[in-house]
């Protein structure tokens, strides 16, 4: 992990609940409360396709950009980015999906910022993974994350930690997109949506790692994305996060997408081969109501040609 200090701005409680909620429900836009209600698709599995081919069919049939109102926004498309990997290695986001959600956006007026609180070196990583020259090339806003952008915010639903420090453009944006890979970790058994969110937080990120599941759920709670895209074309299968060896990754072309990052990151699991029942990060968030493991009945797959 890089090491880094904390800036000592502070977000006032009443400002903080402006931009925070408990639960899921108070986190979806109105119209993802629309679609909740009307049994709308809101998780979508997508198999084939290139990535820009199947992002588009995961929106479509999430309702569309059109839904989010994006024109003159400020837009987070948030990958992983945090190893000094190749695209083929599986560590971070596939470089032509992160510049697809670019490209949607931007095509709706969006301004959109792309940035990842690195583990490795942030210039190798940025470079390495072909995220910076891909997302730049799409027109998007791409910087490392800077020691002085972290704001404290209260975690007033928090069972292990009662404030964390958090990346100001991620709490400031108007729409977060989480773009996380799907892969094998150490620690957390699969990592998808949830565990990206840790690259928009400041603070000693290692101690996170001791009382995982409560910890990781105190601080994601009130920074929940709008939407979570999950790239599983190429699954580090083992030897997660960092991987390095192309044996570690199996093709799977597949992309999960929808509003409830804990039924997209349910989803991906059994996409992985894991019962989502077993991860603990996700029972913790379940019982907290950030979401349901359980397939909604807005569950759809698609199988592009």
Not at 65 to 70: D, I, P, Y
Not at 140 to 154: C, G, L, M, N, T
Request: glycine share 10%.
């Amino acid at each position: 992990m890089n090491n880094m200090k904390t800036s000592n701005h502070s977000l006032s409680r009443r400002s903080f609940l402006g931009l925070s909620a408990a639960g899921t429900a108070a986190l979806l836009l109105p119209w993802q409360l629309d679609l909740l209600a009307q049994e709308a698709v809101t998780l979508v599995k997508v198999t084939g396709g290139t990535p820009e081919e199947a992002l588009a069919a995961a929106l479509d049939a999430l309702g569309g950009l059109g839904q989010f109102g994006a024109s003159g926004k400020t837009v987070v498309v948030k990958p992983n980015i945090g190893w000094d990997r190749t695209p083929e290695q599986g560590a971070n986001t596939d470089p032509d999906l992160v510049a697809a959600a670019v490209k949607a956006f931007k095509g709706e007026g969006a301004k959109v910022q792309v940035f990842d609180f690195t583990c490795n070196s942030a210039e190798r990583c940025y470079a390495r993974s072909g995220i910076e020259a891909a997302a730049k090339a799409a027109g998007a806003d791409v910087s490392h994350v800077h020691e002085k952008r972290f704001d404290v915010i209260p975690l007033p639903e928090g069972q292990k930690l009662r404030a964390w420090p958090i990346y100001r453009d991620w709490l400031r944006a108007d729409l977060r997109v989480n773009l996380p890979i799907l892969k094998h970790h150490s620690l957390a058994g699969v990592t998808a949506g949830l565990k990206n969110l840790m690259g928009v937080m400041g603070g000693s990120r290692s101690s996170i790692h001791n009382g995982f599941h409560q910890k990781l759920i105190d601080v994601a709670q009130p920074i929940l994305p709008q939407i979570t895209v999950v790239d599983a074309r190429r699954v580090m299968v083992k030897n997660g996060p960092t991987g390095g060896s192309l044996d570690d990754v199996r093709l799977m072309n597949t992309l999960i997408a929808g509003f409830d990052i804990v039924a997209v990151d349910a989803e991906s699991a059994r996409v992985f081969g894991r019962d989502p029942l077993e991860l603990g990060y996700l029972k913790e968030a379940q019982s907290r109501g950030l979401g349901s493991i359980e397939r909604p009945a807005g569950y759809k797959e698609i199988v592009l040609g």
